[in-house]
C-alpha cells in the first residue's frame, strides 16, 4: 500500500514517514506541492496525505488536481493547522476524505489511514511512544564552548525525540576540549533534527549564537527560532511554554525569566543575586523598559524580526540580549517594540556549576553596558540627523 504525503515542513514530514513506513506502508514525502503533483503521477499512490497552508501551490489546489484534472478517486487525507470552517468546508466539497488538525497524535494518524485503505499484511509491531505531529516548527540554537563534561546529550535527544517539529542547531565556539566529538556523536543518525554549526576560533557566546540563528534563519520549515544554554539551566519544556506562549499570541519576542515565585524552582547564589539586582537596574535604566531579566539564556523569536536583532555584530560579548531589546526599540520605536516583546517566568531554572559567567566577570558587564548605552545613543543620533538632512532636501 503506498502513500504519498505532501508538507511543505520537512520536520512534519520526516516522523510521519517513519511511523508509516514501520507499520508496513510505501511512503514517499515531498516538501514542494509541484514535485508532489508529480509524484503522485509516477507513484499512483493509494493515499495522499497533504497540508493545506503551503506557498504557491496549496493543498486545496493538489486536491482539485486529483479530483478535477486527473478525475481519480484517490483517498485524501489533510493533515493541517488550518482551522477555518471555510476552508474545512471547501476540503470536503472537493472531496477529501478526512481533515485532521495540528496538533494531533502519530497514533490517532495511523487509525485513520488503516481506517481509509486498510493495514499492509505485515506482523504486527508494538508502538511505545505516542508522538504528537505539532502545528509549527521551531528552531533552537545551543552555544557550546568547552562543554564536554557537561552536555546533557540524552536530555536533548528524549527532546527532539518525543516533540517533533524542533531543529536543534548546536554551535560549537572554537571549543579546547572534545566538544565537537561530543556534538558529532550526538547528531549521528539524527541529521535532519540536529545541526552541528562548528566555528574555528572563540568569538564569545553573543557571536555564537548571532550566527546559529541567521544559519536557521535560513530554514524555510522552521516558523520561530530561539536559543538556550547548553547546560540546560532552562529546562527544554521551560522552553516549549515559551514557544506555546508566542505561537498563541502576537508577541514577536518571548523572553525567559528567572524571577523568583511561588512554586518555581529557581536557585541562585546570594552575591550573584545581589549583582543580578544591580545590574538590573542599570539595564532598565539603559532601555526604558521595566524587564525583571533581560539575561536569562531562553528566548524565542518570529522569523521576520531575525534580521533585526541579529544582523549586526554585537558590541559586547556576554549582554547581547540587552542589544536586542535595543535594536528592537531602535527599529519599532520603544511604544511599539514594548508591545511586541513578554517576559516568561519560568518554572525552573538552576546555575550550573562550571558556569563560564564568573563574579568578576558580572563586575564588568557593569562597563559595557556603559559602552552599549553609548554606542546606540550615537546610532540614535546619526539616524534623526539623516531623517533631518532627508526632509530638508524633500522641502528645499
Given at each position: 500500500m503506498?502513500?504519498?504525503?505532501?508538507?511543505?515542513?520537512?520536520?512534519?514530514?520526516?516522523?510521519?514517514?517513519?511511523?508509516?513506513v514501520a507499520l508496513g506502508y510505501d511512503v514517499i514525502v515531498e516538501t514542494d506541492a509541484n514535485d508532489g503533483i508529480s509524484k503522485?503521477?509516477?507513484f499512483t499512490p493509494d493515499l495522499v496525505i497533504v497540508d493545506i497552508n503551503m506557498p504557491i501551490?496549496?493543498?486545496?489546489?493538489i486536491?482539485?488536481?486529483?479530483r478535477n484534472s486527473k478525475n481519480a478517486n484517490t483517498p485524501i487525507m489533510v493533515l493541517s493547522g488550518n482551522t477555518q470552517d471555510d476552508i474545512i468546508t471547501t476540503g470536503f466539497d472537493l472531496g477529501i476524505n478526512d481533515y485532521m488538525k495540528k496538533p494531533l497524535s502519530l497514533n490517532e494518524i495511523c487509525a485513520r489511514v488503516k481506517r481509509l485503505i486498510g493495514a499492509p499484511e505485515t506482523k504486527a509491531i508494538s508502538i511505545s511512544k505516542n508522538i504528537m505531529i505539532q502545528q509549527r516548527c521551531v528552531g533552537a540554537v545551543i552555544p557550546c564552548y568547552n562543554e564536554e563534561d557537561r552536555l546533557l546529550s540524552n536530555e536533548f535527544l528524549q527532546f527532539i525525540d518525543k516533540n517533533t517539529g524542533y531543529h536543534l542547531c548546536f554551535v560549537n565556539d572554537g571549543s579546547k576540549d572534545r566538544t565537537l566529538e561530543v556534538l558529532k556523536t550526538l547528531q549521528k543518525g539524527r541529521e535532519d533534527f540536529i545541526t552541528v554549526y562548528d566555528c574555528e576560533k572563540n568569538g564569545g557566546k553573543a557571536e555564537a549564537v548571532r550566527l546559529g540563528m541567521l544559519?536557521?534563519?535560513?530554514?524555510?520549515?522552521?516558523?520561530?527560532?530561539?536559543?538556550?544554554d547548553a547546560d540546560l539551566s532552562?529546562?527544554?519544556?521551560?522552553?516549549?511554554?515559551?514557544v506555546n506562549t508566542i505561537e498563541t499570541s502576537n508577541f514577536k519576542i518571548v523572553s525567559g525569566s528567572r524571577m523568583a515565585r511561588m512554586g518555581a524552582n529557581i536557585t541562585k547564589e546570594s552575591a550573584r543575586k545581589i549583582i543580578s539586582l544591580t545590574i538590573n537596574f542599570i539595564i532598565r535604566t539603559i532601555l526604558k523598559m521595566d524587564f525583571k531579566d533581560t539575561q536569562c539564556g531562553a528566548k524565542i523569536f518570529r522569523k521576520e524580526v531575525i534580521n533585526i536583532a541579529f544582523k549586526e555584530k554585537f558590541v559586547t560579548q556576554w549582554i547581547f540580549d540587552?542589544?536586542?531589546f535595543k535594536r528592537m526599540a531602535q527599529h519599532y520605536g520603544l511604544k511599539q517594540a514594548k508591545a511586541m516583546l513578554c517576559e516568561q517566568p519560568l518554572k525552573r531554572w538552576i546555575h550550573a556549576d562550571g558556569s563560564k559567567l564568573s563574579m568578576k566577570d558580572s563586575v564588568k558587564i557593569v562597563g559595557q553596558l556603559a559602552q552599549i548605552?553609548?554606542?546606540?545613543?550615537?546610532?540614535?543620533?546619526?539616524?534623526?540627523?539623516?531623517?533631518?538632512v532627508n526632509e530638508i532636501e524633500v522641502v528645499i
Open positions: 503506498k502513500i504519498l504525503a505532501i508538507d511543505d515542513q520537512q520536520l512534519v514530514l520526516l516522523p510521519l514517514q517513519k511511523r508509516l503522485y503521477n509516477s501551490v496549496s493543498g486545496l489546489d486536491v482539485k488536481y486529483i544559519h536557521l534563519a535560513k530554514k524555510q520549515d522552521l516558523d520561530y527560532i530561539g536559543f538556550l532552562t529546562d527544554l519544556a521551560d522552553f516549549d511554554d515559551l540587552v542589544e536586542i548605552a553609548w554606542v546606540y545613543k550615537q546610532k540614535k543620533t546619526n539616524t534623526e540627523k539623516a531623517v533631518a
